[in-house]
């Protein structure tokens, strides 16, 4: 006759053995499509390019940075959403074009042309951007990112995506 | 090394005695009819997942709600399965509710010493009903809207104050954006908390009272 003790495991250790492995595959199967629920709008990207007319290159003052907007529609979740951006602009002899993104590569922020300081400003924490979009002074990593820009037949494009 | 994580744990927090009054309770022999009360809890608990979880999406105003909803089932990784599991969930609790409640009628376990426990579960279906039918409305689709207009019409025909009720349960006199929005209120916040305090006295009262034996045909 087996006694108790011979057992390799005792009932109840047989029991919450069992309860436990249900648990753990009920929660796998609920919690990994959980993971990818909750991320799910950051794996969506854009990804769509296309060149933009923004204006006759003539609008922009020669040697200095000209601000243009624009704006796109976007699908954010269940709706189509416009997005208005602004770009800075300056060409020299009205064929060549750099074209600014206008935001700070410290933190986002925007930044704006100040004529007077001959330099981009961001208010957020006074990151200070050259002509060239060069960083002069602050916290800012790196040069004002620029879009891939040309002039045709005097208009001004840029290329966009997402 | 479980161990000695756990016996470092219960030296300083003490839980060991607590999970033992709870899970090593003594219990008579009863039958399959007895584990509803687990099963309600448990239907409980993935409700308020799921709920937390499609909070994450869903806009409860009359020009969101239908297109955030539609785009948890059809755009969302995963959630048909979240709003799904909510859905089939909501309905399976109350019908699982409701057994728990006419097993404890039949095997006439509300009596003494257990009045307080039953008196809280019947506020607890009560409770779960109020969340069934707050949540109905929450996907702001033509059932969901008329059902609600029909439910909350009920409350209108009350004598004296039937019409200010309706027009309280409402937030006016139609079925408008005030009325999706303290549905939404209700439906996450008032009776969810409520439900959780209940439970807490309810399954207390559980621990403490033990549960009945099942009635014997000489008594």
Request: aromatic share 12%; proline share 5%.
């Given at each position: 006759?087996?006694?108790?003790?011979?057992?390799?495991?005792?009932?109840?250790?047989?029991?919450?053995?069992?309860?436990?492995?249900?648990g753990?595959?009920?929660?796998?199967?609920?919690?990994?499509?959980?993971?990818?629920y909750?991320?799910?709008?950051?794996?969506?990207k854009?990804?769509?390019?296309e060149?933009?007319?923004?204006?006759?290159?003539?609008?922009?003052?020669?040697?200095?940075?000209?601000?243009?907007?624009?704006?796109?529609?976007k699908?954010?979740?269940?709706?189509?959403?416009?997005?208005?951006?602004?770009?800075y602009?300056?060409?020299?002899?009205?064929?060549?074009?750099?074209?600014?993104?206008d935001?700070?590569?410290?933190?986002?922020?925007?930044?704006?042309?100040?004529?007077?300081?001959?330099?981009?400003?961001?208010?957020?924490?006074?990151?200070?951007?050259?002509?060239?979009g060069?960083?002069?002074?602050?916290?800012?990593?790196?040069?004002?990112?620029?879009?891939?820009?040309?002039?045709?037949?005097?208009?001004?494009?840029?290329?966009?995506?997402? | 090394?479980?161990?000695?994580?756990?016996?470092?744990?219960?030296?300083?927090?003490?839980?060991?005695?607590?999970?033992n009054?709870?899970?090593?309770?003594?219990?008579?022999?009863?039958?399959?009819?007895?584990?509803?009360g687990?099963?309600?809890?448990?239907?409980?608990?993935?409700?308020?997942?799921?709920?937390?979880?499609?909070?994450?999406?869903?806009?409860?105003?009359?020009?969101?709600?239908?297109?955030?909803?539609?785009?948890?089932?059809s755009?969302?990784?995963?959630?048909?399965?979240?709003?799904?599991?909510?859905?089939?969930?909501?309905?399976?609790?109350?019908?699982?509710?409701?057994?728990?409640?006419l097993?404890?009628?039949?095997?006439?376990?509300?009596?003494?010493?257990?009045?307080?426990?039953?008196?809280?579960?019947?506020?607890?279906?009560?409770?779960?009903?109020?969340?069934?039918?707050?949540?109905?409305?929450?996907?702001?689709n033509q059932r969901?809207?008329?059902?609600?207009?029909?439910?909350?019409?009920?409350?209108?025909?009350?004598?004296?104050?039937?019409d200010?009720?309706?027009?309280?349960?409402?937030?006016?006199?139609?079925?408008?954006?005030?009325?999706?929005?303290?549905?939404?209120?209700?439906?996450?916040?008032?009776?969810?908390?409520?439900?959780?305090?209940?439970?807490?006295?309810?399954?207390?009262?559980?621990?403490?009272?033990?549960?009945?034996?099942m009635?014997?045909?000489?008594?």
């Amino acid at each position: 006759m087996t006694k108790k003790s011979d057992y390799m495991i005792s009932r109840r250790g047989f029991v919450g053995g069992i309860v436990g492995l249900i648990g753990a595959i009920m929660s796998t199967v609920i919690g990994l499509p959980v993971v990818g629920y909750v991320v799910s709008p950051a794996l969506k990207k854009g990804g769509r390019e296309e060149w933009l007319t923004l204006a006759p290159a003539s609008a922009a003052e020669p040697g200095v940075p000209t601000p243009f907007t624009f704006s796109r529609m976007k699908e954010v979740g269940w709706r189509r959403v416009r997005i208005n951006r602004t770009v800075y602009a300056i060409t020299n002899d009205g064929e060549n074009v750099t074209v600014f993104s206008d935001a700070c590569t410290h933190l986002s922020c925007k930044v704006h042309w100040d004529a007077e300081r001959n330099a981009f400003v961001c208010p957020c924490h006074n990151g200070v951007f050259d002509k060239e979009g060069n960083v002069v002074s602050g916290p800012p990593p790196r040069p004002l990112d620029r879009f891939e820009a040309k002039i045709e037949n005097d208009q001004l494009m840029i290329l966009v995506e997402g | 090394m479980t161990t000695r994580v756990i016996d470092w744990l219960d030296e300083r927090m003490g839980l060991l005695v607590v999970w033992n009054t709870i899970f090593d309770r003594k219990v008579p022999k009863v039958n399959w009819w007895y584990t509803l009360g687990s099963a309600s809890l448990f239907l409980a608990i993935m409700q308020a997942v799921t709920g937390i979880f499609l909070t994450i999406y869903y806009i409860p105003t009359p020009e969101e709600a239908y297109s955030s909803v539609e785009y948890i089932m059809s755009d969302v990784a995963f959630g048909w399965l979240i709003r799904g599991m909510h859905h089939w969930g909501a309905t399976l609790m109350v019908a699982i509710v409701f057994l728990h409640l006419l097993r404890v009628f039949y095997y006439g376990a509300y009596k003494y010493p257990r009045e307080v426990t039953w008196v809280t579960g019947v506020f607890l279906f009560l409770v779960t009903m109020g969340l069934g039918f707050t949540g109905y409305l929450l996907p702001w689709n033509q059932r969901a809207y008329w059902a609600t207009a029909v439910g909350s019409s009920i409350v209108g025909t009350v004598p004296v104050v039937g019409d200010f009720l309706l027009r309280v349960l409402r937030g006016g006199d139609d079925l408008t954006i005030l009325t999706l929005s303290r549905f939404f209120g209700v439906h996450i916040w008032f009776l969810p908390g409520m439900l959780f305090i209940l439970i807490g006295i309810h399954l207390y009262l559980v621990v403490r009272n033990g549960i009945s034996n099942m009635p014997k045909s000489d008594e």
